[in-house]
C-alpha cells in the first residue's frame, strides 16, 4: 500500500458536486494511475480543496474530501482535476521512503529537470519563450502559463525592465525550457568583461559593465570568468534601484560637508575663521540692546504684530504689492474682495471675488467661477451684473457638482441683470452637451473621432468621421457617342456622410422623343465616384429600351468619374447588354444608390 502517482494526470469534472459528495465523476479517468485501490491512493485536487483518490471504477473516483489543511467547497461542472504534488503526498512519501534513517549519496546525478526546482548550483525555474531566446539572455515577465505552471517571458526592451532570471538554454518562440535566478549561468560569451565585473541590463536582453545614470536599474550579474564560450556568471536578480536617487544622495552627502568653506558660503553662514569676534558673539547676552547713543532702539522699531505705523517706508521697493506710493495697486474691500488695478465692485456678500482690471473676475461662491464683465451685486438672490456696457460678458463656472459650464450673453446696461446662454456643458461623467448654436468644425481633414469604439478586430483607415452634406443634382441621359443630345427634367437629392454619399433622383422625359446615340449613361452625380464598383438598382422605370431576356435594369459605377453606365441584365447568361435607342416619350426613372467617394 502507498501513494501513487502519474504524469500529467488531469481531466474535467462531469457534472457539478455539493461540498459533501465522497464520489465524482469525471470525463476521462484513465488519466490517473490505474493502480488506485486496495489501500493505493493518489492526491487530487478542485480548485484549492484536495482530496484524496481511494478508488477508481469506470469514470467515477471515490474520494476523501478536504485533506491537506484544505476547505471541503462545491465545485461546478467541468472544473478542472489533476494530480498534484502536495505537502501531504511529500510527506506520505518521505514516510514510505524513511530517508532520515539512511544516508543517501548522490554521485554525478543530474538534477536539473524541468520538474526540480534547484541544481547542483542554482536556483530555475520552469518558462515559456514568447520569442526566441539564446542561453545567457536576460528575461522579462509578460505572463503566467497556466495550463504547464510555467513563467512566460521575453527579452527586456528598456534598461528599466526588471529582470526576473537569465535563459539557462537557447529556446525557441513558443518552447518552454529553463531560466536561472540564483546561481550560476555557464558556458556563455563574458569575453567582453573583466573576472569581477558587476553586469547590469542593455535593455535588449543582454548585458553591460556601464551602471546606468538615470532611472531604475539592477545588478544582475558578477563576473566568475571571463571566456568566449566558456564563461560564467554568477546571476542574482536583485530589487530595482533608482541612480537618479542615488545622485542626488551623493551630491546632498558632498554639500552636508560643513568643513567645505564653499558649502558653508552658500548657505548663507559664516565659517569659524571669518568671525573676528567668535568669543564676544558666543558670549552675547540678551541685555545687551542697542542703546539711545547707538542709534535706533528696540523701542522705536517698527512694530512685530499690532501698533500703528504711520509715514512713508523710505527706500522701500517690492514686485507687485504696490508700485512705490505714487498709486494704489491692489485694494481689499470690507468683505475681503481683491481688487488688482481697480476698486472692486461691490460684490454680494456670499462671494470672494478676485477683480483683476476693470472686468474680469475669479469669483467663488460655493464653486468657482472665471468671469469677464461681470460682477454678483449684493441684491436678493445675487443675480449677476454688467461691469461696463460696451462689452459682451462672458463665464466659466466650475460647479460643485463636477460640472463646467460655458455661459455668454449679449452687451448690456452696466449694472443690469445678465441673462445667460449656457451654449457648452461638460458634465463630470464626461459628457459635452451643446445647449446653442452648432458645432462648426473649424480646419478641413478634422471631426469627431471615433477611434476609442473600435473593437481593433478590422482593418481601419480612419475613425474620423469630418464631413456632413445635404444638397440637391440634376441627373440626366446621355448616349455614349454624343453627349451634347440628353433628357432634361431629372431631379435629385444627396446626403454625404464622411466618404459615404447616399443618392436619390428621377428622370421624367417632357413628351418629346429625343434621340440618344450609344450606350445609355446617366450623369451629374455630385462626387466623383471613388471605387471602381459598385451597381445601381432602379425601383421604377418605365419607357427604358428594352432587350430580349433582359431581366431588370442596373447601373456600373466607374472609379474616378461622375456618370453611371446603364445596362440590361440577361436571365440567359447572366451577362449584361448596354441600354441604347432613343429615349421615348414616356420616359420614367425612380432610383436611389449609395457610393463611396
Not at 542626488?248 to 552636508?256: P, T, V, Y
Not at 459598385?534 to 430580349?548: D, E, L, N
Amino acid at each position: 500500500m502507498g501513494i501513487k502517482f502519474a504524469n500529467n494526470a488531469q481531466t474535467l469534472l462531469n457534472g457539478s458536486i455539493s461540498d459533501s459528495a465522497t464520489t465524482i465523476t469525471v470525463d476521462d479517468a484513465t488519466v490517473f494511475n490505474s493502480e488506485i485501490g486496495g489501500g493505493d491512493y493518489s492526491y487530487i485536487s478542485i480548485d484549492s480543496e484536495i482530496m484524496t483518490c481511494t478508488g477508481i471504477a469506470g469514470n467515477v473516483l471515490t474520494v476523501t474530501r478536504a485533506v491537506d489543511g484544505t476547505t471541503a467547497a462545491a465545485h461546478t461542472d467541468n472544473a478542472r482535476v489533476q494530480q498534484n504534488v502536495t505537502a501531504g503526498s511529500l510527506n506520505d512519501l518521505a514516510e514510505d521512503v524513511d530517508i532520515t534513517a539512511t544516508t543517501l549519496t548522490m554521485t554525478n546525478k543530474t538534477i536539473d529537470d524541468v520538474s526540480n526546482l534547484i541544481g547542483a548550483d542554482h536556483v530555475h525555474y520552469k518558462i515559456k519563450a514568447n520569442e526566441a531566446l539564446t542561453k545567457g539572455d536576460a528575461l522579462k515577465y509578460v505572463g503566467w502559463n497556466l495550463g504547464e505552471s510555467a513563467i512566460e517571458v521575453v527579452k527586456p526592451t528598456s534598461a528599466q525592465d526588471v529582470v526576473i532570471g537569465f535563459v539557462n538554454e537557447d529556446i525557441s518562440s513558443g518552447s518552454f525550457g529553463l531560466a536561472i535566478n540564483t546561481g550560476a549561468v555557464k558556458d556563455v560569451d563574458t569575453s567582453a568583461y573583466s573576472d569581477g565585473a558587476i553586469l547590469y541590463s542593455d535593455g535588449a536582453g543582454g548585458l553591460t559593465g556601464t551602471k546606468p545614470a538615470t532611472g531604475y536599474y539592477q545588478e544582475l550579474a558578477f563576473v566568475f570568468r571571463s571566456n568566449l564560450n566558456n564563461g560564467v556568471l554568477l546571476v542574482e536578480c536583485t530589487a530595482t534601484k533608482d541612480a537618479s536617487a542615488e545622485t542626488k544622495l551623493d551630491g546632498i552627502e558632498a554639500l552636508a560637508d560643513v568643513t567645505d568653506t564653499t558649502n558653508v558660503t552658500a548657505a548663507g553662514a559664516l565659517m569659524d575663521s571669518e568671525v573676528t569676534n567668535l568669543a564676544q558673539v558666543k558670549a552675547f547676552d540678551t541685555t545687551d540692546y542697542a542703546t539711545a547713543a547707538q542709534g535706533t532702539t528696540a523701542d522705536a522699531a517698527l512694530p512685530k504684530a499690532g501698533g500703528t505705523m504711520t509715514g512713508t517706508i523710505a527706500g522701500f521697493t517690492s514686485t507687485g504689492i504696490d508700485d512705490n506710493a505714487t498709486s494704489t495697486a491692489i485694494t481689499i474691500d470690507a468683505s475681503e474682495n481683491v481688487g488688482i488695478g481697480v476698486t472692486p465692485e461691490t460684490w454680494h456678500n456670499s462671494y470672494q471675488a478676485l477683480q483683476v482690471g476693470g472686468r474680469a473676475a475669479l469669483a467663488y461662491d460655493g464653486q468657482t467661477t472665471l468671469t469677464h464683465n461681470v460682477y454678483a451685486s449684493t441684491a436678493t438672490g445675487a443675480p449677476q451684473y454688467y461691469i461696463d456696457s460696451s462689452v459682451q460678458p462672458s463665464r466659466v463656472r466650475l460647479t460643485n457638482t463636477g460640472t463646467i459650464d460655458f455661459s455668454v450673453a449679449p452687451s448690456g446696461t452696466a449694472d443690469t441683470a445678465i441673462t445667460w446662454t449656457t451654449p457648452l456643458t461638460i458634465a463630470n461623467a464626461g459628457d459635452v452637451t451643446v445647449g446653442t448654436g452648432n458645432l462648426v468644425i473649424g480646419t478641413s481633414g478634422k471631426g469627431i473621432d471615433f477611434s476609442a469604439v473600435s473593437d481593433g478586430s478590422r482593418s481601419v483607415s480612419s475613425n474620423i468621421l469630418d464631413d456632413y452634406e445635404e444638397g440637391t443634382w440634376t441627373p440626366s441621359i446621355y448616349g455614349a457617342n454624343n453627349s451634347a443630345i440628353r433628357t432634361n427634367n431629372g431631379t435629385g437629392e444627396y446626403t454625404k456622410v464622411g466618404n459615404k454619399v447616399t443618392l436619390w433622383g428621377r428622370i421624367v422625359n417632357p413628351g418629346s422623343i429625343i434621340a440618344l446615340d450609344g450606350a445609355w449613361h446617366m450623369d451629374g452625380l455630385p462626387f466623383t465616384v471613388g471605387m471602381s464598383y459598385g451597381a445601381v438598382s432602379f425601383g421604377h422605370k418605365r419607357g427604358v429600351p428594352v432587350v430580349t431576356n433582359g431581366t431588370y435594369m442596373s447601373g456600373h459605377l466607374g472609379s474616378g468619374i461622375t456618370s453611371i453606365s446603364l445596362y440590361w441584365a440577361l436571365n440567359t447568361t447572366g451577362e449584361s447588354v448596354s441600354i441604347t435607342g432613343s429615349s421615348p416619350t414616356n420616359l420614367l426613372m425612380g432610383f436611389s444608390f449609395s457610393y463611396h467617394v
